[in-house]
């Protein structure tokens, strides 16, 4: 495949020859080995729940069932519902880490802070907690208390996080379907029993039941998991920095942290800063601290750290030869790491105890001794330049200013400069005059089977023209933070007039001195959580219900199980949500046609969208939200 269709990053171009040369194989490559891959995985008719499989159907005849019996409705459905339970079981284990942490803290016996006392206490009042006579301590351990009941607990109550935040109207209809979710880590169980052999044969229960997953995704995974870093480590506001591989510098030492839970890296950042001095011994510059998938979000958004690259860039950084150590939590992180580093230069330094990697180094991490953990890796990185062969370093000249750090409560503050009394009324307007069209919220992964950013750019540009207000997440912000598109020029190059003079009045009230960025970094995929509040709150004060807004979601290059978890929460709060490529599930038309019509639209309000060319699938989008205006008269 030539280089030009794996990326459309120029940096990622750069060094995916510098890795040709080298004959340093990446994920492409391993891509291209792997063609053709299995026409049954792809089409989801593959089981192998038991050792009487593995069994396939065979889409154009017999056999038409698995040896129990199962046909392949039963079969895609039921993968479908594991690939969900193994995305919320992500997000929901990230979220316990996080109320574990604040627990912790609360009983003071981890060095953590409570960062943001505001939103503990709205918090804590949200769940109907006491405020005004506990001091942060206390109210930290009741909130974190709270907040371990939606993870296991006996009979069948509720997740208390959704039943303080989702709508009262979605809480009806998911009770009415009978998806009204349990505690999380028993809905999680349950979906792994009602998928062993001689379980569920019904496809459609099994979907309701992926409603289920997606809805305890959103609330037990996405949402905790915000709430509680917000607490611990600051509710984001604006920050300006760069993105990609330029952010690294060769005459620093670099470390990257990668991965999803910012217990870990916001200690590396806070290290790094503390041992400047002793890199300048080791005869650095400094250290540079860069981010890569989530993490890197979390640390951007709070600390402004700047983002290297997104998930397909990962073994990239590494080939620069000048990545001193890359430092990894949870989820995203390719095995290939190890070797990639192998061949040029750094450690990999692994640090939970579900996330081992052979040929990397294992630094255990635990809150009780993060300080102490994290001033071991940042001097591993120094010891680790001193043997970096600066002759073979090679760090591609491309990085681009961007703007994040757009929490729900960020920007309230920036309308609230327009109008102090009202915030939310000066977005409301625009949107009803037209000059907003509606907004989308791109979120999710790269996938090598899509040319790495192009869907996510060329989608939100054509987005943005047509005045849609995009809002992103996860890797599509990066994706769209390297194409200049989380900057205010962005407004003024690409935005339909409508957008760019209410992103100008908004930004100018705001004292940026020019429009907001058309596209607004909200955060990491757990932040997917603050696009839900902001659905919400928008739905209140219109006095309708989420489904019924101007807006949609897309995932226009999912890769992970926890997009896909991410999509279906989506899907079940009503939204309409676009995928740039379909799950493996085409190989049930009941399966497919049920996901992406009618019926569950006329349940939930919300259905899933597949298209893969990005301008047809914008064309889509915008006619929904056409739609949605409409129905509501405007
Ligand atoms: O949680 S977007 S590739 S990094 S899964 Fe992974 Fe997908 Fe990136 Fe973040 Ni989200
Ligand atoms: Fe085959 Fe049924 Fe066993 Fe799956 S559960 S492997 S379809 S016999």
């Known amino acids: 495949m030539p280089i030009e269709n794996k990326t459309i990053d120029r940096a990622a171009r750069e060094m995916l020859q510098r890795t040709a040369d080298d004959g340093v194989k990446t994920v492409w490559d391993r891509l291209e080995e792997q063609e053709p891959q299995c026409g049954f995985g792809t089409l989801g008719i593959c089981c192998r729940n038991c050792l009487q499989g593995p069994c396939r159907i065979n889409p154009f005849g017999q056999p038409d069932r698995g040896v129990c019996g199962a046909t392949a409705d039963t079969i895609v459905a039921r993968n479908l519902l594991r690939s969900l339970a193994g995305g919320t079981a992500a997000h929901v284990d990230h979220a316990y880490e996080a109320v574990e942490a604040l627990h912790k803290l609360s009983e003071g016996n981890v060095n953590y802070e409570i960062k943001d006392e505001a939103k503990l206490k709205e918090i804590a009042s949200k769940l109907g907690l006491e405020t ?29 996080w959704l039943e303080a935040w989702a709508p009262k109207e979605r809480i009806d ?7 009204l979710p349990r ?18 044969a019904d496809p459609v229960n099994l979907l309701l039941s992926c409603l289920k997953q997606g809805i305890v995704d959103g609330f037990a995974g996405l949402k905790l998991a915000t709430d509680m870093q917000d607490i611990i480590f600051g509710t984001p506001k604006p920050v300006q920095t760069e993105t990609n591989l330029g952010v690294l510098k060769e005459d620093h030492v670099n470390i990257i942290v990668h991965g999803h839970v910012p217990l870990l890296s916001e200690k590396v950042v806070e290290w790094a800063r503390k041992l400047n001095n002793e890199a300048k011994d080791a005869g650095a510059a400094g250290i540079n601290v860069a981010g890569i998938c989530c993490t890197g979000n979390e640390v951007l958004m709070r600390q402004g750290i700047p ?100 929490s729900v409560e960020a920007i309230v503050a920036a309308l609230s400069k327009v109008d102090a009394a009202d915030p939310l009324k000066p977005l409301v307007e625009s949107i009803k005059s037209g000059d907003i069209l509606g907004a989308v919220g791109t979120v999710g992964c790269n ?61 100018e009230a705001a004292g940026l001195g020019g429009p907001l960025p058309p596209v607004l970094h909200m955060g990491s995929c757990v932040d997917n959580s603050r696009i839900g509040d902001l659905l919400t709150a928008l739905a209140a004060y219109l006095g309708v219900n989420v489904k019924d807004l101007p807006v949609a979601a897309s995932a226009p290059e999912p890769q992970h199980e926890k997009a896909l978890s991410i999509g279906t929460w989506a899907v079940a709060m009503g939204v309409l949500t676009h995928l740039g490529l379909p799950p493996h599930v085409l190989g049930s038309a009941v399966v497919a046609e049920t996901l992406t019509g009618e019926k569950i639209e006329s349940l939930v309000g919300g259905k899933f969208y597949v298209e893969s060319d990005p301008i047809a699938a914008a064309g889509g989008l915008i006619a929904h939200i056409k739609s949605k205006r409409k129905a509501l008269g405007i």
């Open 132 to 160: 005004e006579s506990k001091d942060m301590g206390e109210l930290a351990k009741e909130v974190a208390a709270k907040a371990f009941e939606n993870f296991g607990g006996h009979g069948s109550e509720g997740l208390g």
């Open 173 to 179: 209809t998911w009770a009415e379907l009978g998806i």
């Open 183 to 200: 505690k999380a880590d028993r809905e999680i169980r349950e979906a792994m029993h009602q998928t062993t052999m001689g379980m569920d």
């Open 307 to 406: 983002p290297a690259t997104n998930f397909l860039g990962q073994e990239l950084a590494l080939a620069t030869g000048a990545v001193d150590l890359m430092v990894v939590d949870v989820q995203c992180i390719m095995p290939s790491v190890a070797t990639v580093a192998g061949c040029y230069h750094g450690e990999i330094v692994t640090t939970m105890p579900i996330t081992k990697i052979p040929g990397a180094e294992h630094v255990p991490f635990t809150l009780e001794e993060a300080d102490e953990q994290a001033q071991k890796i940042v001097r591993r990185a120094l010891e680790s330049y001193q043997k970096r062969n600066m002759d073979k370093v090679y760090i591609p000249d491309e990085k681009v200013p961007i703007v994040a750090g757009f």
């Open 447 to 507: 996938n090598a089977k899509i040319t790495q950013d192009s869907m996510h750019v060329e989608m939100v540009k054509e987005l943005i023209a047509n005045n849609v207000l995009v809002v992103a997440t996860g890797c599509s912000a990066h994706a769209l933070g390297k194409a200049g598109l989380l900057h205010p020029d962005a407004t003024v190059k690409f935005a339909g007039e409508g957008l760019k003079n209410v992103l100008t009045a908004v930004g």
